[in-house]
């Protein structure tokens, strides 16, 4: 039972560089997400992807690209890093948009530090 | 817009005394609420969620919570604290779409002996 698989777990960057945070999930969901945790912050919401195709903004979009590859592949595209980017990301998916009531499965978090 | 507010950022409670989070949120229609928990270094688990009928929800690992629509509240307790529950909690409410979880910043229970 794999779940929601996040990959790299941890991830050093200079300032300026990119990278693609991956997220997979093998549960047939249609919603994924991409959220951020910081200290005393909770857990934010830079975006999401009801469904194959499409994809919106959260709460914190600013210097984050999003693709939904397919319906298990869901990245997270740094394309210029920055200290203020450091954070824990973590992907999560719920089986239907505007189902209220069904709650979300996360992976383990991909810890990014940014120098 | 959807809001939750967890009040105590760190607690700290006794092996085998009763704990109780508090958790409040903004939200004009019937909410959809969730609490998660989260260990060192791991991802978020789902510990129980309410959306409809009996306001007294039980979940896993002997945790249950109360949904209080008068207070605008969904208060996370448990009867006997284990040292394996020390943990951050996070209490979450689905947006008015539906379409994700609004989290609280989250409260860090700590257990002592």
Known sequence: NAGVTQTPKFQVLKTGQSMTLQCAQDMNHNSMYWYRQDPGMGLRLIYYSASEGT????????????????????????????????????????????????????????????? | AQSVTQPDIHITVSEGASLELRCNYSYGATPYLFWYVQSPGQGLQLLLKYFSGDTLVQGIKGFEAEFKRSQSSFNLRKPSVHWSDAAEYFCAVANQAGTALIFGKGTTLSVSS
């Not at chain 1, 980017?85 to 978090?109: I, K, L, M, W």
């Open chain 1, 55 to 115: 994809t919106d903004k959260g709460e914190v979009p600013n210097g984050y690209n999003v693709s939904r590859l397919n319906k298990r592949e869901f990245s997270l595209r740094l394309e210029s890093a920055a200290p203020s980017q450091t954070s824990v990301y973590f992907c999560a998916s719920r089986r239907n948009p505007g189902d209220g009531n069904t709650e979300a499965f996360f992976g383990q978090g991909t810890r990014l530090t940014v120098v």
